[in-house]
């Protein structure tokens, strides 16, 4: 009877916009109840850019193959190069199953079948969802109804899973070359790599996938078992850094103290960083010391818009006076951030100025702040989507055109090429310049007559943020000339 499974993570354009990849953690959790089911599972990073040695393993391995899993976001090429390899798959045997999951087959899987290749979408998490089919297709038995999975065949849809975190197997870490996925990161330290405790995010953000895919649910390992399995994998490859990829790490505000608590107590000496809303980090206010003793140093803050207005109408759940509030509590107590913000979201007139000017005063607050500034792209199923498209957004007609879906590039019509032009040499350049970072100002502090014209050059970028004109910027070609790049960020 055959037993095998191989799972494809396609490679991700993540350059120039993030310095590295890190290990597939998505395909690693859809096989861990696999493996602890007895199957032989093999997982391909096309991260890692052999795609020979990809498709070699796929010919030696696919005569015991049950099925072929794809997992694949909405951008970044990942989809187009899923396509591709399950057409190979095809090709070399025409009666493989093909299974596809991630956000683009939780929210619209009907378009993923416009290809002749895709037999079976999961629709949310996959772990449980996907056993349950491959137990089903190694038996030979009759498709019946499973939670979480579509076929080509089926005329309605079914709702999609979110399982339970805790109840998952932890992840089968020795199906990877885990070496390939250690990361050195000034912050954290020489040894990092990426895990995910928790699936979903409880609030209600209208540009927000999470609620698409999740509907506002939100399922964690406990704080006992996230730091049972953090302790494991420090000691087992000898790391001195853990970045969490959870949405929203800091729901649970006992979860949180308990797992800082549980790495001081246990003498687990690691750098930790994670991603945030304001409000989770407001409510942990008078716990900043436990967090920063623990080993907290970055945090990543979805911040979203310097106005009001714009955040009520988004359904953010803060105030523009939270946000600042956790960013004084970051420089209290030492803790590096990037802010995130999003401008150009549909039917608000009054949100770049108003977020350029936070981001400022953010900066001011700290030169170690990152502000990051993305545009509001429109995803299937967000609650903003049926808006931007009345207000002329054209999604992508095809499963073609959203295999080249670019969630960077400005997808929508009423953004202007002149402020998405400024918008970008602000949040790339200006902000920067203006409250630059300590690493700079020391380089700055060894060149003297640099150091006098950037004092020069900062009276000028003064102006220009308080007029918001980021025209003709002379500042980056003397930056470049002088330093040897463009740009303040680390990108790390």
């Not at 000691?235 to 001195?240: P, R």
């Not at 400022?360 to 607050?365: T, W």
């Not at 007559?449 to 943020?465: M, N």
């Not at 918001?468 to 960020?489: D, Q, S, T």
Request: proline fraction near 5%; include cysteine; charge should be positive.
């Amino acid at each position: 009877m055959k037993n095998t499974i191989i799972l494809y993570h396609p490679a991700v354009d993540f350059k120039p916009f993030y310095p590295c990849y890190w290990a597939p953690l998505s395909i690693l959790s859809v096989a861990a109840p696999l493996v602890a089911a007895g199957f032989k599972v093999l997982l391909l990073d096309g991260n890692l850019g052999d795609c020979d040695a990809d498709r070699l393993i796929v010919r030696e391995n696919l005569s015991e193959c049950i099925c072929v899993g794809v997992s694949s976001m909405i951008g970044g090429g990942q989809l187009e190069r899923g396509l591709e390899m399950s057409s190979y798959v095809k090709s070399l045997n025409g009666e493989m199953p093909i299974v596809f999951g991630g956000p683009l087959g939780t929210v619209i899987p009907e378009v993923l079948f416009e290809d002749a290749t895709v037999d079976y979408v999961v629709r949310g998490q996959g772990e449980y969802p996907f056993l349950e089919l491959v137990r089903i297709l190694q038996s030979g038995q009759s498709m019946k109804y499973i939670a979480g999975v579509v076929q080509r065949t089926d005329s309605e849809t079914c709702k999609a899973v979110i399982c339970d975190k805790e109840a998952l197997p932890s992840y089968p870490w020795h199906l990877l070359d885990v070496e390939k996925y250690v990361r050195q990161d000034r912050l954290l330290g020489k040894r990092v790599m990426s895990f995910v405790s928790s699936q979903g995010c409880p609030h209600k953000c209208g540009y927000c996938s999470e609620v698409s895919s999740y509907g506002c649910r939100w399922k964690a390992l406990t704080a006992e078992r996230t730091l049972r399995e953090v302790s494991d994998l420090v000691k087992q490859y000898n790391l001195d850094g853990i970045k969490f990829y959870d949405s929203n790490f800091f729901v649970d505000r006992n979860r949180v103290i308990k797992f800082a608590q549980g790495l001081i107590d246990g003498g687990i000496n690691i750098n930790w960083a994670a991603s945030a809303h304001p409000k989770g980090l407001q409510r942990l206010a008078g716990d900043f010391d436990l967090l920063r003793k623990s080993g907290l140093k970055r945090l990543l803050i979805g911040a979203e818009s310097g106005s009001q207005s714009s955040l009520d109408y988004i359904n953010k759940g803060c105030t523009t006076a939270d946000i600042m509030e956790v960013a004084e509590l970051c420089v209290k107590h030492g803790i590096s951030s990037t802010f995130t913000f999003i401008v150009g979201m549909p039917g608000i007139s009054d949100d770049v100025r108003a977020t350029l000017e936070m981001a400022l005063r953010m900066k001011k607050l700290s030169g170690s702040f990152e502000i990051s500034i993305h545009f509001y792209a429109p995803l299937p199923g967000t609650p903003l989507y049926e808006e931007a498209k009345r207000l002329g957004y054209t999604p992508p007609r095809s499963l073609s055109e959203w295999s080249r879906y670019n969630y960077y590039a400005v997808q929508i019509p009423w953004l202007s090429k002149s402020v998405e032009k400024s918008v970008r040499l602000f949040g790339d350049f200006y902000s920067d310049f203006l409250y630059p970072p300590a690493w700079f100002v020391a380089d700055l502090n060894s060149r003297p007559f640099a150091k006098i014209i950037y004092g020069l050059l900062s009276h000028l970028v003064r102006l220009r943020c308080k007029t918001h004109f980021y025209r003709a910027p002379i500042e980056k070609y003397w930056l470049k000339m002088v330093f040897g790049r463009n740009m303040l960020k680390r990108g790390d």
